[in-house]
C-alpha cells in the first residue's frame, strides 16, 4: 500500500474534522434544514447517521476482527435537544477514537472492502472514516451556507483511499479497457487501470502512457467530485468523459 497519513495523524484529524462537523451543527438556525448534498436528509438525520455509524465502527472496531459484519450502534439514541445532541455526537466520537487507538493500527477487522487494495486493518478503518467523517462535514457545512474546501492534508490522502478503498475491486470492468488519472494541483496524482481482471490503482510519479481520462484540480475538489458532491465538471478533465460516466454507474460483482 502507498505511503498514506500515520495513525496517530489519522486521529487526530479524525477529532479535528468531528469538532468542525460540531461547530457547523451549532451555527445552524434550525436542524430541520435540508442537506443539499442528501437531498433525503434533514441537518439532525445527518448528525443522527455521523453519531450511529461511529458508535457502530467503534463497536465492530473492540470486536476484534472475527465478528463476520458490521454491528449495529450500540446507542443510546440520537436526542433532539440540540445541546444534548451536540454531546452525544462528542461521545460518539470518543467512542470510535478509542476503540481505534486500543486496537492499533495493525489489528485486523471486519471491512466492507474486501476485494480492494486497502488491508482490512483498524488503521484502514481510520483512515476511510476520516474521510467520511469529512465529507460530511462539508455537507453540514453546506448546509448551513457555508462548505468549505477539505483542508489538503485531508483531501490529498481522500483521492488515495478513494482510489484504494472505493474504486479498487477484482470484479471485471464491462467496458473497454480504460486508464484513468486523478491529478491533484498540490503535486500529487494517481492512476487506475480498469479492465477484465477489475480496478487496480497507484500513486502516479510519471508515465509515458497517456490515460484514456484525467481529472485535475486540487485535492479537496477531486475528493468533493469522486463523492458526488461536485459535478465532475467542476474540476478540469480531459479525455474521453463517458469513462467517468461508466465508472460511477459501475457496480461490480465480486
Known amino acids: 500500500m502507498n505511503e498514506a497519513l500515520a495513525f496517530p495523524d489519522l486521529l487526530r484529524l479524525i477529532d479535528e474534522r468531528s469538532a468542525a462537523f460540531r461547530a457547523a451543527v451549532a451555527g445552524a438556525p434550525d436542524l430541520g434544514v435540508r442537506v443539499p448534498t442528501c437531498p433525503?436528509?434533514?441537518?439532525?438525520?445527518?448528525?443522527?447517521?455521523?453519531?450511529?455509524?461511529?458508535?457502530?465502527?467503534?463497536?465492530?472496531?473492540?470486536?476484534?476482527?472475527?465478528?463476520?459484519?458490521?454491528?449495529?450502534?450500540?446507542?443510546?439514541?440520537?436526542?433532539?435537544?440540540?445541546?444534548?445532541?451536540?454531546?452525544?455526537?462528542?461521545?460518539?466520537?470518543?467512542?470510535l477514537l478509542d476503540a481505534v487507538r486500543e486496537a492499533g493500527p495493525d489489528r485486523g477487522c471486519w471491512t466492507w472492502w474486501g476485494a480492494s487494495q486497502s488491508p482490512r486493518t483498524c488503521g484502514a478503518v481510520a483512515r476511510?472514516?476520516?474521510?467520511?467523517?469529512?465529507?460530511?462535514?462539508?455537507?453540514?457545512?453546506?448546509?448551513?451556507?457555508?462548505?468549505?474546501?477539505?483542508?489538503?492534508?485531508?483531501?490529498?490522502?481522500?483521492?488515495?483511499?478513494?482510489?484504494?478503498?472505493?474504486?479498487?475491486?477484482?470484479?471485471?470492468?464491462?467496458?473497454?479497457?480504460?486508464?484513468?488519472?486523478?491529478?491533484?494541483?498540490?503535486?500529487?496524482?494517481?492512476?487506475?487501470?480498469?479492465?477484465?481482471?477489475g480496478a487496480r490503482a497507484a500513486r502516479l510519479a510519471g508515465s509515458d502512457t497517456a490515460a484514456d481520462v484525467s481529472a485535475r484540480g486540487t485535492a479537496s475538489e477531486l475528493v468533493l467530485a469522486l463523492y458526488g458532491r461536485r459535478p465532475m465538471e467542476s474540476v478540469d478533465v480531459a479525455g474521453d468523459r463517458r469513462i467517468f460516466d461508466r465508472l460511477f454507474a459501475w457496480e461490480p460483482e465480486v
Do not use: K, M
Not at 51 to 56: A, C, F, K, V, Y
Not at 166 to 180: F, I, K, L, N, S
Open 40 to 95: 433525503e436528509w434533514t441537518l439532525w438525520d445527518l448528525v443522527r447517521h455521523l453519531g450511529d455509524g461511529r458508535r457502530s465502527w467503534a463497536a465492530t472496531v473492540a470486536a476484534g476482527p472475527d465478528v463476520p459484519g458490521r454491528l449495529p450502534s450500540p446507542g443510546p439514541a440520537a436526542p433532539e435537544e440540540r445541546a444534548a445532541l451536540s454531546a452525544w455526537l462528542a461521545e460518539s466520537t470518543r467512542l
Open 128 to 197: 476511510h472514516q476520516l474521510q467520511e467523517i469529512s465529507v460530511h462535514t462539508y455537507d453540514a457545512q453546506l448546509a448551513v451556507g457555508d462548505g468549505q474546501p477539505l483542508p489538503a492534508v485531508v483531501a490529498l490522502d481522500g483521492v488515495e483511499d478513494f482510489v484504494f478503498t472505493v474504486c479498487a475491486t477484482t470484479g471485471a470492468w464491462p467496458h473497454e479497457p480504460a486508464v484513468v488519472d486523478y491529478h491533484a494541483t498540490e503535486g500529487r496524482s494517481w492512476r487506475v487501470w480498469l479492465s477484465g481482471d
